[in-house]
């Protein structure tokens, strides 16, 4: 790769640690309540927003509003016909892919099983699709924010509020944001009309929200969603820029900024791990190529604007977080190329990690490392002064495990069975990894995906349309993989708030401590990732360690 | 259920129209689409400089990836036909144009398959052909690739891209 290549690499690193502190700042006078209008402190008032929950009416809230959410996006999906903005004049989407689609967005994953262009009105990706887009994103940072108040909390068994906490989120953070930058966006060349589509206003949000559902099929790779290589580099700082201010909003939150640095720099080494095995494998040629006689790097599925170093750096990005959109080919990746993003989901998108959920996770490996640690030199385990005791870890072991359980199920589900294979477009290892990958992906609330899997959905062959098995089992992985580590969160926000602080004493381990970054990044390696070795190894690592093509 | 419809209606209705009425208020021609930056197929017209390869016909409102793993045997053909239809085309133009020294984004599908810009490298080989097929020197064809020629930050960021649409257009401004 070139010296520009990794220049643009390390400027990015620059540029999102630089505006950690300062959106962290920001969110953390937010959820404070220093920050208010008028106008928005009375709908809060509306919704009866103020109320404490404790853990259960907090679980309750969000689940309800899940629901709602879920029945309002199904039902406008369903009946795309009889609404207006809709240019190509397109008909509703069948119950299955509604279904996928629906749990996709209200779960903050934007698995795409449908092509955006072909299928979805432009009144669907507005009111439909787009609210989605923010109320998945605001819910999945109230449930931090609420974590964060717990782990905070001196006294009391109450966490906030969910409704005050999601209209603050949208209001004061999502919105200004997807504003200023969506105009922005506007200007490099992304489109914005009623006739070919209100894609800037959806674009920033996608990325800002850790969403990942494109507008148009391709995604970010599509000219009209991200036309230079500066719009590419915008959309890549959005994507991370919550995720990672939340760390800051967590070391304020709690009274020790470096609490929230220590999880920043294990965040951090992982994925700059990520990124230069990526660079270096697009950077070479794959079997393919060398068979055709092509040299130099594997342009194949990417785009020239682009280049390999911001293509490497996107496919990390949207797979450490659990973002998704992509703006280039997943399936044209290398073996190694396609093995990171993978094993980046497979880590439980904890490398900064979708909206909120990838701070509550980390939290959670974080909890299990002190526990481990606790073990290991015999003393009572404590994270920020609180006691961890049985119940706290039996769910965390339920919040940290269960989703790599799900996700292995339904891989080894949608392999066995006729029906599931069905989904599959490459032959060989590159089959089983477009399932795996699948699977991951839904999970774990990604969203990208080696698109070739049920990829006969695309234009050229429309009469193909969705394959009702992998639609069902896709969003049903989907819900599990979101609510069931929600609820576990949520359930030791509750137990943890009521504890008292123990004052740190000379045998505490201290959590903010470069030590504490080294046992959170092998915990994250050992717990979630080693789960999914050998299925790795029968994927992408055969195709990166052979030249046989298949 | 209430607050659902109101966050619709905001979020859903007031947010994209706003953005839509300024978009078209300030940027009017980049809010509908910049014709530019979609690539075209210039394959019927070989005095022209040529696009990436695509295997969507470069569509724009139907986009696809091709979807071929590194290893496929497949793409290993796909390849090999976009290579020899390649030095098909330049090498009468570019004589001593071997495989190995043409740049990988010549001969490999984009993702979108619309990308409309290919390497500088990949240009420069091509300008030989343009220049003959126009009876242009080839010093103001290559002056023609270097005012299309996009270098992020100064060229500290991101590759030397050409966009072949904006080439083509001012090629044809010289006729």
Redesign the interface.
Known sequence: M?A??W??IA?YIAVLTAITPLLGAYMTRVYRGELTIGIVER?IDL?DGRRAQDWKAYAKSVLI?SA??FG?LYLILRTQGIHPWNPKDLDSAPWDVAFNTTASFVTNTNWQFY?G??TMSNFSQ???L??QN??SAAVGIAVAVAFIRALAARSGRNIGNF?GDLVKT?VYVL?PI??VV??FL???????????G?V???EVIKELGTNGGGF???NS????EN????SN?VELVLILAIPAALTSVYGRMVGNRRQGWAIYSAMLSLLIVAVVVVAIAENG?????D????????????????????TALWVVVTTAASCGA????M?????I??LVPMANMQTGEVVFGGVGSGLYGMLMFAILGVFLSGLMVGRTPEFLGKKIEAREIKLTVFGTIGVPMLVLVTSALAIASDDGRESI??????GW?ETLYAYTSQGNNNGSA???YT?FV???DAEQFGITFANVLGGLAMIGGRFLPLLAVLAIAGSLAGKRVAPAGAGTFRTDSPTFVVVLIAIVLIVALLTFVPALLLGPVV?GM?D??? | MIAAVALTIVLGLVYPLAMTGIAQVVWPDKADGDPTLVARDYSEDASLFQSRPSVTEYAADATFFNNQGPNQEELSDQLAGYMHDYLEREQPFTPDLVAADVPPDAVTTSASGIDPHISFENAEIQANRVAEEHGLPLEQVLALVDDATSRPLLGLGGPKSVNVVKLNDALEAQR
């Open positions: 070139t520009a290549g220049i643009e400027l709908s919704l509003s709602v959410f309002v092509a262009e072909t507005m009111t439909g787009a609210v923010f109320a409704y949208l919105l997807s504003v969506g105009l506007v200007s490099q060349g992304v489109i914005q009309s009623l006739t070919s209100p800037a206003s959806q148009f099929n391709v790779a599509h000219p009209f036309p230079t290589w500066l580099f040629s794959t079997p393919a190529m068979a055709a006689g092509v040299t130099g790097m594997n342009m194949e599925g990417k785009e020239q604007r682009f280049g390999v170093a911001s992509v703006n280039g080919a399936e044209s990746l290398s073996g190329g396609g477009y490459n032959s060989g290892p590159q990894s080696f698109a070739g990829g695309q234009p050229a195709q052979t046989q093509l298949f």
